[in-house]
Structure formats: structure tokens, C-alpha cells
């Protein structure tokens, strides 16, 4: 009976939130495929950035700098830009040209599969490089100062300052953002599960690639910044969203406080004297009861640490009705 209340719940929270579909991806062979953005002053954030993408490799590079996502880098002579690759058996790599023309390079602890759907991230808030994959922080580098600038095209799937291409993408990628501030990893996990819309403040590019046909791949932002396809080819397979509300949607109250969120092995929630001595469930997303309790002192830890990454909810049964909560596990 709980279950079914709880999937009633969910359910009604998923159909008033923001629906959006992903239908397409864009493939790439490895060898010829790539999509060109032209220069953009909108897409050289020199203080601050995020690069957000979907990806399904096939196969990885030999070395680290193989295997472009999204780059707008100039190597040599001009050291400027940034960009987002993988290579070296699955090795995620985030890049940024310093302000003195030295690059910054951010490498994952962890390793991308291969034929998997795969969500990456790469942020700089002025002080710190950091990538996710999945959500889960996998990466820092510390540096303070400022992005160079680069005067070349932003390519998805190959180096952008090569006329011929180079070190190209093997696989599907889906869903890519470009944004002119770093994202925190709320965020990261919230457009991992739900993309934005385009109408996002700080949102310089997005390609969602839902065209399907056609050579031009557009810009949902009001930069318009538009790109060309060359010789990749449209697909159907794709990563299912979740499109449900954020936090502070699901139950909005000073009853209770669930911090941190996103946590990776323990949250605490802070309660107030109506809520002790109510119940509590964390459920995933298909409704199935993975830890429950009961809140018995004004903070209750509750420990997550065997929980793959991912979106769980939390439903408190106190003495007035049921609250649904949101919380990110890393």
C-alpha cells in the first residue's frame, strides 16, 4: 500500500514538472564525422565555464587527447580556448587555456565504457577545474586566474583547429551545453536528468540534436549559435530524461531540512518538533524501498553509502500527511 502511494506520488510530481523528450542523437564514425559551430564572442566565457554532454563512445583513442567532445581550443601557436575529450581505454579530460597561454588539465580517477550512455562534465569556477562523469566528481585541479580566449569554431566530435578534422569522436553524443558559469554538482545532477530548456541565464549554447534531418544542428539558446554537420548521421538511440521537479519543488516547508544534497555516503535531516517521531523511506525512482527509519532526534543521519549514484526520493510520514523529497546521491 506504501508503494503504491508512493508511485502515485511520483507520478504526480513527473506530469506537472517540465516535460521534454530526447528522440535523436548524432553519430559519429571516427574517421570523417563532425559538427562545426562557427566563432562565437558568446561562446569564449573567459572567467568562468561548463561544458555538459551525453556520450556513448564506441571506442576510445590510444592516448589521453584522442576522442573529441566539444572543443574550441588553439594548441599551437596560440594556446586558447577549452576543451572536453576522452581517450586512453576511457579517460575523461577537461582543458582550459590559461591567461599566460598555459594549458590546465583536469584527468577523471575513474574510466567512461564503452557502448554506455554516459553523462560528462567539465567545470571552472575561477579557482578550480573540476570534472564529473555521471554526476560523480571525478576530477580537480586547482588554478586561479582566467580563460584565453580562442578565435576558432566550437566542433562537437573533432579538434576545431584542424581543417582536415583530427582525433575524432567514435560513438553517439547527445545533449551539449556550454554555459558561462561553473555549474555546482546540484546542478551537473539536475541537467544530467532534465535539459534545459535554452531559456537558462548563463546558457551560451545548446544542441539537443531533436532535428533528426537535415545538415544543421541549432542553437536553443538566443545566441543562435547554429552548427553544421559534416557527414555524421542522425540516431534514435539515446538516454532516457526524468524530468521531474527539483527539491524545492516536491515539498516546500520549514519542517524539515535534508542537507548536504547532493551527499555521497551520509545526509542528515534537520527536524523540527512536529517531525520527530515520523517515519521515513528513501525509494528510488521505480518506487522500490532501498532504506527506511524513523526520525526519533532534531537530526537523524541517514547513511546512503551503499546506493549507486543517482536521483532518490525521500517520503517522511508525518502525523499531518506524506512529503516527498528529491535527494542526489554522488
Not at 568562468?48 to 566539444?70: C, H, M, Q, R
Not at 579557482?127 to 580562442?150: E, F, H, W
Amino acid at each position: 500500500m506504501k508503494r503504491i502511494l508512493f508511485l502515485s506520488l511520483f507520478i504526480s510530481i513527473v506530469i506537472t514538472s517540465n516535460a521534454q523528450t530526447n528522440t535523436k542523437s548524432i553519430l559519429f564514425n571516427g574517421t570523417t564525422d563532425s559538427i562545426s559551430v562557427p566563432h562565437s564572442a558568446s561562446l569564449n566565457p573567459t572567467a568562468a565555464l561548463t561544458i555538459e554532454a551525453w556520450i556513448k563512445p564506441t571506442s576510445f583513442g590510444t592516448n589521453l587527447w584522442d576522442n573529441y567532445i566539444v572543443g574550441k581550443d588553439d594548441w599551437n601557436p596560440s594556446s586558447a580556448g577549452y576543451c572536453l575529450r576522452c581517450g586512453a581505454g576511457g579517460k575523461l579530460s577537461f582543458n582550459l587555456s590559461s591567461g599566460s597561454g598555459a594549458w590546465k588539465e583536469v584527468t577523471s580517477t575513474t574510466l567512461i565504457a564503452t557502448n554506455t550512455w554516459t553523462h560528462v562534465a567539465g567545470t571552472f569556477n575561477g579557482t578550480t577545474l573540476t570534472i564529473y562523469i555521471n554526476g560523480v566528481q571525478s576530477g580537480t585541479l586547482s588554478y586561479s586566474g582566467a580563460i584565453n580566449p580562442s578565435t576558432y569554431n566550437l566542433n562537437i566530435g573533432s579538434v576545431p583547429y584542424k581543417s582536415s578534422g583530427g582525433r575524432l569522436f567514435n560513438g553517439n553524443i547527445d545533449q551539449v551545453e556550454v554555459w558561462n558559469v561553473a555549474l555546482t554538482s546540484a546542478q551537473v545532477n539536475q541537467y544530467m536528468n532534465c535539459p534545459p530548456t535554452g531559456t537558462e541565464t548563463a546558457l551560451v549554447g545548446f544542441w539537443n540534436f531533436e532535428e533528426g534531418t537535415g545538415a544543421t544542428v541549432t542553437d536553443l539558446t538566443s545566441n543562435h549559435n547554429n552548427g553544421t554537420i559534416y557527414t555524421a548521421t542522425w540516431s534514435t538511440d539515446v538516454q532516457p530524461f526524468h524530468c521531474d521537479v527539483n527539491v524545492s519543488e516536491v515539498a516546500k516547508n520549514t519542517e524539515l531540512n535534508i542537507y548536504p544534497n547532493p551527499a555521497k555516503n551520509t545526509f542528515n535531516l534537520r527536524s523540527s518538533p512536529i517531525t520527530i517521531g515520523s517515519t521515513y523511506t528513501v525509494c528510488d525512482q521505480i518506487g522500490k524501498q532501498v532504506i527506511n527509519g524513523k526520525i526519533n532526534n532534531e537530526i537523524t543521519k541517514i547513511d546512503i553509502s551503499q546506493l549507486t549514484p543517482g536521483i532518490y526520493m525521500l517520503q517522511v510520514n508525518d502525523v499531518n500527511n506524506i512529503k516527498v523529497y528529491k535527494i542526489f546521491k554522488n
